[in-house]
C-alpha cells in the first residue's frame, strides 16, 4: 500500500478517512484495513482524541468497492481463508466498537468489504447514486463470517439480508432511504457528514460512548452462535 492509499484529516474534533484510489473503485488492500484497525486503535487509546470520525472515498464512483480482488490471490489454502475473515472481524470489531460516533459519507459502489465498514458506522449518509450490497455469489464465491452476517440482518432485516445475498443484486437510494439503511440522501455527503458530527461533537461524550457500547453488546449477544 502506498500512503496515498489511505488517507487521514484531522479537523478540529472530527476525523476524516478517506479511502484513496479511485481509479481502482477505493477497492481495499490488506494495508488499508490494517490503517484503518490502526487508526482506530489509537482513538480507543486515546493517543488520537477525536470527538467523532468519518469515513469516506475518493472520487464520485464508490465508497469502496468491496477488497480488491488481486489480495485474494494470495489465498492458497482454507486456512488462508479463515484467516482472512478472522482479520476482517477484528478489523470491523474495533471500528464498531470505537466510543465516538462514526459516519459513513457514501457516493456510488458500497460493495463487499465496504459495505461492512459502512455497516459499522452509526450513521450512513449516502448521494442518490448509491449501491450497497455483497455481491459475492456471482464474483468471488466467498461469505460473510457471523459477526458481519448479524450486523446486516441488524441495520436490513433477516429477510432482505438473506435475499440480497441469494441474489446477489445491490440496493439504490430510494431503497436505501426507505429501510433505513441510510439516515439521509445528500448531493453532498461529506459536507453533510461534518455538519452532523459538529452536532454530536456538541454531546455528553460519556452518554454517547455508553450507548453506542450498549447497543453493540445486543447486537453482539443477538448473534453468539456456537461453532460445530
Same mark, same amino acid.
Given at each position: 500500500?502506498t500512503?496515498?492509499?489511505f488517507?487521514?484529516?484531522?479537523?478540529?474534533h472530527?476525523g476524516?478517512?478517506t479511502?484513496?484510489r479511485?481509479?481502482?473503485?477505493?477497492?481495499?488492500?490488506?494495508g488499508?484495513?490494517?490503517?484503518? +484497525?490502526k487508526?482506530?486503535g489509537?482513538?480507543?487509546?486515546?493517543?488520537l482524541p477525536?470527538?467523532?470520525?468519518?469515513?469516506?472515498?475518493?472520487?464520485?464512483?464508490?465508497?469502496?468497492?468491496?477488497?480488491d480482488i488481486?489480495?485474494?490471490?494470495q489465498?492458497?489454502?482454507?486456512d488462508?481463508a479463515l484467516?482472512?475473515?478472522?482479520t476482517?472481524?477484528?478489523v470491523m470489531?474495533t471500528l464498531e466498537?470505537?466510543p465516538i460516533p462514526?459516519v459513513?459519507?457514501?457516493r456510488?459502489?458500497c460493495?463487499?468489504?465496504? +459495505?461492512a465498514? +459502512?455497516?459499522?458506522?452509526?450513521?450512513?449518509v449516502a448521494?442518490n447514486?448509491?449501491r450497497?450490497?455483497f455481491?459475492? +455469489?456471482?464474483?468471488?464465491?466467498?461469505c460473510?463470517s457471523?459477526?458481519?452476517?448479524s450486523?446486516?440482518v441488524?441495520?436490513?432485516?433477516a !429477510?432482505?439480508?438473506?435475499?440480497?445475498?441469494?441474489t446477489a443484486?445491490?440496493i439504490q437510494h430510494?431503497?436505501a432511504l426507505?429501510?433505513?439503511?441510510?439516515n439521509e440522501i445528500?448531493?453532498d455527503?461529506c459536507a453533510? !457528514?461534518?455538519e452532523l458530527?459538529?452536532r454530536m461533537?456538541?454531546?455528553a461524550?460519556?452518554?454517547?460512548a455508553?450507548?453506542?457500547e450498549?447497543?453493540?453488546r445486543l447486537?453482539?449477544?443477538a448473534?453468539?452462535?456456537?461453532?460445530?
Amino acid at each position: 500500500m502506498t500512503s496515498t492509499d489511505f488517507q487521514f484529516q484531522q479537523s478540529d474534533h472530527t476525523g476524516v478517512i478517506t479511502f484513496n484510489r479511485p481509479q481502482q473503485r477505493n477497492a481495499l488492500t490488506y494495508g488499508m484495513y490494517e490503517s484503518l +484497525a490502526k487508526l482506530c486503535g489509537r482513538i480507543h487509546d486515546n493517543t488520537l482524541p477525536l470527538k467523532s470520525l468519518i469515513i469516506t472515498g475518493a472520487g464520485d464512483k464508490a465508497f469502496a468497492a468491496g477488497t480488491d480482488i488481486a489480495q485474494f490471490r494470495q489465498l492458497g489454502s482454507a486456512d488462508d481463508a479463515l484467516e482472512y475473515e478472522r482479520t476482517m472481524d477484528r478489523v470491523m470489531g474495533t471500528l464498531e466498537s470505537l466510543p465516538i460516533p462514526t459516519v459513513a459519507a457514501i457516493r456510488g459502489a458500497c460493495t463487499g468489504g465496504g +459495505a461492512a465498514i +459502512a455497516a459499522c458506522c452509526d450513521l450512513r449518509v449516502a448521494s442518490n447514486d448509491i449501491r450497497y450490497g455483497f455481491p459475492i +455469489a456471482r464474483t468471488l464465491g466467498n461469505c460473510l463470517s457471523s459477526d458481519n452476517l448479524s450486523r446486516q440482518v441488524e441495520l436490513l432485516g433477516a !429477510a432482505r439480508t438473506r435475499e440480497l445475498l441469494l441474489t446477489a443484486r445491490l440496493i439504490q437510494h430510494e431503497e436505501a432511504l426507505f429501510i433505513g439503511l441510510v439516515n439521509e440522501i445528500s448531493a453532498d455527503p461529506c459536507a453533510r !457528514a461534518h455538519e452532523l458530527c459538529e452536532r454530536m461533537n456538541a454531546h455528553a461524550p460519556l452518554t454517547l460512548a455508553a450507548s453506542k457500547e450498549g447497543l453493540r453488546r445486543l447486537r453482539e449477544h443477538a448473534a453468539s452462535v456456537e461453532s460445530d
